[in-house]
């Protein structure tokens, strides 16, 4: 069954710091970009970074640049997301999602309107409250 599992999330105080994992079930993850969004109850879904198979290519939401560091190891079969100087805003259930082949070129693009992905997680929820 291929499936990419989310984990790491959970309850933090603002100012915290969270690093999120997504692994790979089943496929392996070396020619697949990376992207993870977020949604919240009610709101449309957001992307908030995504990393290009190589690793070499990234792109951040205006809203994390400088707090959110993407990044991942093929090794491990699994991309993180390290989350420093969370919000009270940051908090929503966070989906990584995989797409395969995908140039460098369109990363930008295919992580802004979060179509065409191939696989997508179950979520985990992150909550940034005192």
């Known amino acids: 069954q291929l499936q990419l599992v989310e984990s790491g999330g959970g309850l933090v105080q603002p100012g915290g710091s969270l690093r999120l994992s997504c692994a790979a079930s089943g496929f392996t993850l070396d020619a697949y970009a990376i992207g993870w969004f977020r949604q919240a109850p009610g709101k449309a879904r957001e992307a908030v970074s995504c990393?290009?198979?190589?690793?070499?290519?990234?792109y951040y939401a205006d809203s994390v640049k400088g707090r959110f560091a993407i990044s991942r190891d093929n090794t491990k079969n699994a991309v993180y997301l390290q989350m420093n100087s969370l919000k009270p805003e940051d908090t929503t259930v966070y989906y990584c999602?995989?797409?395969?082949?995908?140039?460098?070129?369109?990363?930008?693009?295919?992580?802004?309107?979060?179509?065409?992905?191939?696989?997508w997680g179950q979520g985990t929820q992150v909550t940034v409250s005192s």
């Open positions: 999602a995989a797409v395969r082949n995908l140039s460098p070129l369109f990363l930008r693009t295919r992580c802004t309107n979060g179509a065409q992905w191939d696989y």
């Open positions: 990393v290009s198979s190589s690793g070499g290519t990234t």
